[in-house]
C-alpha cells in the first residue's frame, strides 16, 4: 500500500472515503512495548484503542487519521500504557504539521475558513491560534516611545520659532 501520509513510525493499512473526508487507518509500525517504563515490571496487551486525528488537507478534502494502538498493562504496577506517537498532538487531536499550517493562515483568514479548509472544528482552530498569539506576545516585546508625539512636534515648532 502506498504510503501518502509519510509520517514516521506508522504504516497505512486502509484508505476510504466517509462524509467527503479521507479516512486513513494506521497502524504504529514499530517494535511492542515489554517492559513498563514506570516500575521495569513486565508488559501484557490489553486490547486495541482506536483514536482519530486531523491531518493536512489532501486533493482538496479533509483528511482523518485513525491511529489504532495496541494497549498495554503492567503486571506489576497494573498502569495502562499506550504507546506514543512523535507526530500527534494529543491535547489537539491533530498533527502537528496540520496544526502549523493553521498557525501560518490563522492571522490571514478567518476561524471558519480555516475550518472549513482543514476539517477541523471552529474552537479547534480558534484554541490553536490563541495559542499561536499567546506565544508571539511572550517572543515579541514592543516597546512604545518615551517620548510622546505631540511634545516633540511643540519642541520642534519652538526651535523653528527661534531660528525666525
Known amino acids: ?3 501518502i501520509l509519510q ?6 493499512i486502509d484508505y476510504r472515503n466517509e462524509d467527503g473526508c479521507i479516512m486513513i487507518t494506521v497502524q504504529p509500525s514499530g517494535e511492542h512495548l515489554e517492559t513498563c517504563p514506570e516500575c521495569g515490571g513486565r508488559l501484557y496487551k490489553h486490547g486495541q484503542r482506536i483514536n482519530h ?9 479533509a483528511v482523518k ?3 489504532v494502538r495496541t494497549r ?8 495502562m500504557i499506550t504507546p506514543q506517537l ?3 498532538d494529543e491535547k489537539r487531536r491533530a498533527t502537528h504539521r496540520l496544526i502549523q499550517q493553521v498557525r501560518k493562515r490563522c492571522l490571514d483568514r478567518t476561524f471558519t475558513q480555516l475550518a472549513e479548509d482543514t476539517g477541523v472544528v471552529v474552537n479547534t482552530i480558534k484554541n490553536i491560534t490563541l495559542d499561536f498569539v499567546e506565544e508571539l506576545e511572550r517572543d515579541i516585546k514592543f516597546e512604545t516611545p518615551t517620548v510622546n508625539a505631540h511634545v516633540k512636534l511643540h519642541q520642534e515648532i519652538r526651535v523653528w520659532a527661534l531660528k525666525s
Not at 498495554?72 to 498502569?79: A, I, W
Request: aromatic share 10%; hydrophobic share 40%; with cysteine.
Open 65 to 67: 487519521i485513525e491511529v
Open 72 to 79: 498495554y498493562r503492567c503486571s506489576g504496577c497494573k498502569s
Open 1 to 3: 500500500m502506498i504510503d
Open 7 to 12: 509520517l514516521e513510525g506508522v504504516q497505512p
Open 86 to 88: 512523535s507526530f500527534l
Open 53 to 61: 486525528f486531523a491531518d493536512t488537507p489532501l486533493q482538496m478534502q
